[in-house]
């Protein structure tokens, strides 16, 4: 598929780990297209989290992590705090629509 | 430090154009590409297209081809995104964002632009 697909919303207790998945298809995460992460909150700019699958630009905690596998990519956010509830979104490229893509975003809540 | 601020909201007829800037700051403006991107209500993001701010080659979606400029203006760091014809389907937030060791470092606040008759 040319789309990158994510959960609508995941929620955690503050303290816990929560993950959120982004699956794409053989255009784009299957074709080797890495991804990036971004947090964003509603009325502000977005942030990056992690860039090229696994890695966090300076200044972003530890808490939040990437893995990969096949055309699947997951976002790890531990340790979970009332300031992480915001919507974040996965983004790459797809070489059949020859145009950068982006998940429909994942709404976390922290409970 | 790196920002890019956006013009503010516009509102337009159907029809009409619209013209946004992106004013980057903290950063060698020449050596890295702009991208923009549209968000309509309850969607998600949309790539539009990109320019490369030292040559100003440009490369659109074809979503947006022929309907989209994007310019530069080098003496004030800034880019600027044109979407003509528009339609009640445009209305959306627009964003800019800077892209450097192909990811978007650093994002524009976003735009809101309303086509309303």
């Known amino acids: 598929q040319s789309l990158l697909t994510q959960p609508p919303s995941v929620s955690g207790a503050p303290g816990q780990r929560v993950t959120i998945s982004c699956t794409g298809g053989?255009?784009?995460?299957?074709?080797?297209?890495?991804v990036n992460w971004y947090q964003h909150l509603p009325g502000t700019a977005p942030k990056a989290l992690i860039y090229?699958?696994?890695n966090r630009p300076s200044g972003v905690p530890e808490r939040f992590t990437g893995s990969k596998s096949g055309t699947s990519v997951s976002l790890a956010i531990s340790g979970l705090q009332a300031e992480d509830e915001a919507d974040y979104f996965c983004?790459?490229?797809?070489?059949?629509?020859?145009?950068?893509?982006f998940g429909g975003g994942t709404k976390l809540t922290v409970l | 430090q790196v920002q890019l601020v956006q013009s503010g909201a516009e509102v337009k007829k159907p029809g009409a154009s619209v013209k946004v800037s992106c004013k980057t700051s903290?950063?060698?403006?020449?050596?890295?590409?702009i991208h923009w991107m549209r968000q309509a209500p309850g969607q998600r993001l949309e790539w539009m297209g990109w320019?490369?701010?030292?040559?100003?080659?440009?490369k659109f979606s074809q979503s947006f081809q022929g309907r989209v400029t994007i310019s530069t203006d080098t003496s004030a760091s800034t880019v600027y995104l044109e979407l003509s014809s528009l339609t009640s389907e445009d209305t959306g937030v627009f964003y800019c964002?800077?892209?450097?060791?192909?990811?978007?470092?650093?994002w524009g606040q976003g735009t809101q632009v309303t086509v309303s008759a």
């Open positions: 964002a800077l892209f450097r060791d192909a990811y978007y470092t650093t």
């Open positions: 903290g950063y060698t403006f020449t050596k890295y590409a």
């Open positions: 320019i490369n701010s030292g040559t100003s080659n440009t």
């Open positions: 053989s255009s784009n995460i299957g074709s080797g297209y890495d």
């Open positions: 090229a699958n696994f």
């Open positions: 983004q790459s490229y797809d070489t059949s629509l020859t145009a950068f893509i």
